[in-house]
């Protein structure tokens, strides 16, 4: 038996998300499993470090497998490539030892947020940042995001359907970077909450409009009260950037 | 009678170019006048700078129509944006001189091409820019480039369809422009022939790809032979950016 681990890329707009799901064959684990049952000619399930929602992209998911299959791993990609759709990309493959899991062996992750600060939306950007028209004040955002930092109690950008067992965590850092009217949020933590990221964004787009001061947001995460923080984001301007795992 | 000049961003990929035909209602131009007929409950016919290609993108196509409606203007690109698809937006509306034409009196245009030279395809740039995944010269390009500046007779990069009188055009420049593994041309001159920009775009493509050396390139436009200059590129990659008219 042979073990892969591969980083993926992918438009999640025709998506209904990572997951495979009995009412849709529109899920990327569906796309990916219907390629390497070609190549494998037999049912491989794959894993990925996130399952990430309807919508999102992924510059870098990191999906795990193993298959009996005798394919060169050089060849690998090119043929899964040549399988899947355009809006699927395997970016690279190699083989991993059996203990290797995407999940839960990830010990950090990058995502990013990508706003449309223009006044008219953008054609182009439209399924890929969220579009606000009103001007957000950046340096606001900046200021705010300083407060969320740090191993923290995240119960307040925790969306009610969350499973994990524990709200702490701990977020390395966040960078707002403002280029012509586009916005780009980075976020690196050890592991997010579900829908974390796009709470915490629409809390900092919230310090962006002046709703909330960066005492506020400071305010909020204390209070340990998901009611108190801005509003969920779109999943359209959320990606996946990069998965990290130990000993590398 | 009132006489407006708009700035129109669009995205191609769904549409078979900007002029309205009679086999498909996925025009521009179709979904342009649709919306100017509802705000103004009359047919309204509109012109446009570039009557540009199936998948050719737009970020500054300039068009021209008259309308007796009363409408206010600082609503008028409002209201036509709440009538338009969200892959087509009217970013500025003025009002003009009865005489203005936004094809005849455009005394000059940019259009960018854009490539994807990453090995593997970006799942983002798909519909956006062409893929080449062999590593192009860019140092033949920028110099290959050289040579087709300044008036010349463009018949080697002109397509048999085009119905130009002359084939004399005035290049002012092309811009070679890499960043990380995407790569912009920027050409901007008096005007262009049918196709002119996709085939200048394929022979400096093959210049990339050292089939062509810089002094071939100077020899095929030279030559005034269409069958010598590279491939006419697919119009994926082709964005009309900016018009210019004269007396602003």
Redesign the interface.
């Known amino acids: 038996m042979r073990y892969f681990k591969c980083i993926v ?3 999640g707009t025709s998506y209904s998300g990572w997951q495979r799901q009995k009412n849709t064959p529109h899920t990327i684990q569906e796309k990916i499993e219907n390629a390497l049952r070609i190549i494998a000619k037999e049912q491989i399930p794959v894993m990925a470090a996130s399952r990430t929602d309807a919508g999102v ?1 992924a510059y870098g998911q990191v999906i795990g497998f193993k298959m009996k299959s005798g394919i060169p791993l050089e060849k690998l ?1 090119l043929a899964m ?1 040549g399988l899947l759709p ?6 690279e493959a190699r083989e991993v030892d059996q203990d290797f899991h995407p999940r839960f062996q990830a010990i950090g992750k990058i995502y990013n947020y990508y706003l449309d600060n223009r006044n ?5 950007q ?1 399924n ?1 940042a969220y579009h606000i028209p009103i001007k957000l004040d950046i340096s606001n955002m900046k200021k705010s995001s300083k407060y969320l930092i740090g191993t923290n109690d995240f119960s307040s950008f925790r969306a009610s359907g969350c499973s994990a067992k524990s709200p702490v965590r701990t977020l390395k850092r966040i960078d707002v970077e403002k280029k012509d009217d586009f916005i780009r949020l980075e976020f690196e933590g050890d592991g997010f909450l579900y829908n974390m990221v796009r709470i915490l964004t629409g809390t900092l787009v919230y310090a962006g409009m002046n709703k909330f001061t960066s005492l506020d947001v400071r305010d909020i995460l204390d209070a340990q009260d998901r009611t108190l923080a801005g509003p969920t984001v779109p999943a359209h301007g959320l990606y996946l950037v990069k998965v990290f795992y130990g000993g590398k």
Not at 86 to 91: E, H, P, Q
Not at 120 to 124: A, C, K, N, P, R
């Open positions: 890329e992918y438009d992209h990609s490539n355009t809006d699927i990309r395997i970016k008219i939306q953008s054609v182009f439209r890929y």
